[in-house]
């Protein structure tokens, strides 16, 4: 087989796997409803373009070289896009190894995939629209062709160097400084101008030599993608062949956490062992944790320090951040422990206690967003009590809606995962469901706090709505358990089927 046999085959194979996955046939509602988000995505980002050139041309910010001042910000925001909705294929690779493939074959197509992936253009979306608007007026259409063309090949070496973060950081924690330290260095860049207007003129430097198609630039961008190329590859092959011929250390923790105290709740604890394991030991339910907590203390600093902050966004962060865990783990309820479904069914009310530690484990868990805004009311920006609301709301109802999930979750998801991917576990149900969660306060808080002008009315029901649902608890858990009780033939065959 010669080298482009190769990748034809390999890219054969990736495309029927990802067609035959039995996850992704089974959700075609989802899947259906992901092509009309992205087609929603990509008219959002033409609207953006078009926006943002007509706030240039009005405020006269330098037209068409003012997109080249924000490329630093478009490099960034491409990356996180990119690391929420990539993921890894190096254990696909694996079984290749076997194969007398010619060299560099499996590791040329993940770059040559990279390369041709649509998301690359993604911030093309925005870019072009503003260009049409801006660039072709004051120099032309054909200068939208350099214009295009340079853009386009940050975008490419910012891809390249993500796939080039993503294997080291799947290492080890500490290779997060990589991708950290590079963006937080192009972020203080600005600092090292005497003003902004030599700022804009630097970078309109760049950006005209991109749009008159001067070879230095060129040869700089090529260049630097051809070097992102080859460190690429040779990270790539070191980490494929390390996780299939090294053997792993047997690690022996002389300092695991003791979790005696969960002993004296019985089955419950047993249960709430398994919940704080998961997030100790699993590598991506503790990434999601630690952002998840990351992002709530931004936000409390947000509404801390901002001057300009209103009342729908102080109300906005607060409520997000009493339900950012929620979602981001009961919204997918039952998934992991759908690799050991059988077993929860062999023992009586095993899954009704379950249910019951996973509620007491989330609801502890909103102690962490309540302590990191007590500050924020100790200092005036918002009340207490509209914290204490928010809390109880998330406990009581929005905990609520999203145990239903229980019920309608019969996918299993991979203890060892250690990527987001495609989102292709996702079901349509669990869409609803997190739109109905996000958005159940706020038509109160609209109709007291906003248009009444009576916050304490707004809170007064947030609370008692919460403080009903956590007092009954225990009775829509059972419920939640008979129901999965009468269904639990149809989940077992989905739980298995998607192993």
């Not at 008219?43 to 630093?72: H, K, S, T």
């Not at 690429?232 to 053997?247: D, F, K, P, S, W």
């Not at 899954?351 to 509620?359: F, P, S």
């Amino acid at each position: 087989m010669t080298y482009w046999e190769a990748i034809q085959t390999l890219h054969k194979h990736f495309c029927l796997s990802g067609r035959r996955n039995k996850i992704w046939q089974a959700n075609n509602v989802a899947k259906y409803f992901y092509y009309v988000l992205a087609i929603f995505l990509c008219a959002y980002f033409v609207w953006i373009g078009c926006e943002l050139a007509d706030l240039v041309i009005e405020d006269n910010l330098g037209g068409y070289r003012f997109i080249y001042a924000l490329i630093p910000v478009f490099l960034f925001i491409d990356y996180l896009f990119r690391y929420t909705t990539d993921h890894r294929l190096l254990m696909h690779i694996r079984p290749y190894l076997l194969l007398p493939l010619p060299k560099h074959s499996y590791t040329d197509y993940l770059i040559l995939r990279q390369l041709i992936v649509f998301k690359n253009v993604n911030l093309l979306f925005i870019c072009i629209p503003f260009g049409v608007k801006t660039v072709i007026p004051e120099l032309g259409a054909s200068a939208m062709i350099g214009y295009t063309a340079g853009l386009y090949l940050l975008l490419l070496i910012n891809g390249q160097f993500f796939q080039f973060t993503q294997v080291l950081t799947a290492r080890g924690l500490w290779y997060w400084l990589v991708p950290i330290l590079t963006y937080l260095f192009i972020a203080i860049i600005p600092i090292f101008f005497p003003s902004p207007q030599s700022y804009l003129q630097r970078w309109a430097e760049i950006g005209n030599a991109m749009i008159r198609g001067e070879v230095w630039i060129y040869a700089i961008m090529v260049l630097l993608l051809i070097g992102m190329i080859l460190l690429n590859r040779n990270v790539l092959e070191h980490r494929i062949l390390q996780e299939q011929y090294t053997a792993a250390p047997v690690k022996h923790d002389k300092n695991s956490i003791n979790l005696t105290f969960f002993n004296r709740f019985n089955q419950i604890g047993e249960y709430l062992k398994i919940e704080v394991w998961g997030i100790l030991r699993n590598k991506r339910l503790r990434l999601i944790f630690f952002l998840n907590t990351f992002g709530i203390f931004i936000f409390s600093l947000i509404t801390a320090i901002d001057p300009e902050s209103d009342m729908v966004k102080i109300n906005g962060f607060v409520y997000y951040s009493f339900i950012v865990y929620g979602l981001s783990s009961l919204s997918r309820i039952m998934c992991y422990e759908g690799n050991y479904y059988e077993c929860l069914l062999m023992q009586r009310n095993s899954i009704q206690n379950l249910l019951l530690a996973k509620y007491y484990f989330y609801t502890a868990l909103l102690l962490i967003p309540l302590l990191a805004f007590l500050p924020v009311a100790l200092i005036g920006k918002i009340s207490f009590w509209t914290i204490l609301s928010y809390a109880l709301f998330a406990a009581g109802v929005a905990y609520r809606i999203l145990f239903q999930m229980a019920i309608y979750n019969k996918v299993t998801f991979s203890m060892q995962a250690t990527h987001t991917g495609k989102n292709a576990n996702t079901n349509y149900i669990q869409l609803i469901v997190t739109i109905i969660t996000i958005i159940s306060p706020f038509p109160i808080t609209a109709l007291g706090t906003w248009w009444l002008n009576q916050p304490i009315l707004s809170n007064i029901i947030l609370s008692l709505l919460g403080i009903i649902f956590i007092t009954t608890h225990r009775r829509w858990i059972s419920s939640i358990s008979r129901k999965m009780k009468d269904n639990q033939y149809e989940q077992l065959e989905g739980f298995q089927k998607s192993r």
